[in-house]
């Protein structure tokens, strides 16, 4: 009793959570079904969003159905409180509507399914290339942030340069249930030295929400030129759920795709898996990766508390990480 009572207090204070927004079930109405309603009850970040729905577009596509997003009655992390950009569906921050329906339209016609909350296509929540054409089909990004991803791609990218991409995670990832754990300071501080001089790299794009990270990699590794966004930084790990500036949520999102952007301009990539470095690599094939696999954290919420900090001080032969 007491544990659970606990771990309640703790998920409250330092994990986000969604609205349950409303609720919607499928049409019941014995009539032929028009619309395919992609949506989600489960708190999925940015690129797991993404590749959610791609997936179903692909399944709608095969169906002969019409794909409808709703992140507006199905609200996402990424859902502001107030109407912003004239939409309460928060797929269309970042993204134009993939056809011309909409949503309430589609609910009060009733001819309507809503679809499985998984993916059935990339059943090992990576994107795959066999999904490339679906997103080239249906995914337009806003022209105010594709226009900002060339800003920067402007600024730090030149011809000749050759960059290693660091994406560095922290904060919230070291304590998640069954989540790939990130990388130590100690993998990254080695990694980057090492590809650096293999591979004849010049530069390095840095990408961390963690400002622990950002300060040791500023402190450590400053022999090398590293370029990176201004995105949000903080050693919380619930960053959602508090009003740290405004129009927030919007821009976790925002930051989330210039920083994925622009890492698919980098030659090669240092980084665990992570949504922002799998999609940087499915929108350009060619980078080269080096992937830290340090494993899952514990499913049991107790354990994934310090799973990351033991691993982390241990040797290796007493179950540390491999450095």
Known sequence: MIKKQLISIYLKHTVDRIDRGKNIENSKLKIK???YVISSKKKRGFFSLLL??????????????????????HPTLYNEKKTLFSTNNSWEYYFNKINRYNIDEVYQSKKYVICKDKNIITKNNKFNLYLKPIYNRHIKIKKNIYDKYLFYKKRFFKKDDKFLGVHFRGTDMKYTPDHPL?????????????????????????????????????????????????????????VFDRNYRKNHRFKMGEEALINSLLLSNCKFILSTQTGITDFARFYNKSIKYKKINNGNNSKKILLSLFKYHFKDIMPEYLGGFKV
Not at 53 to 68: C, E, G, S, T
Not at 185 to 214: P, S
């Open 52 to 73: 959610f729905v791609l997936n179903h577009i692909d399944f709608a596509n095969k169906k002969k159905l019409i794909p409808i997003i709703d992140m507006k009655y």
């Open 33 to 35: 079904k028009n619309f």
């Open 182 to 238: 990130p990388m130590t300071k100690k993998q990254v501080n080695k990694n980057v030295h090492f590809l650096m001089k293999k591979h004849n790299l010049n530069k390095i794009f840095l990408i961390t929400e963690d400002i622990a990270n950002f300060n040791f990699f500023k402190n450590h590794l400053n022999e090398y030129d590293v370029y990176y966004i201004n995105n949000f930084r903080t050693s919380k790990t619930r």
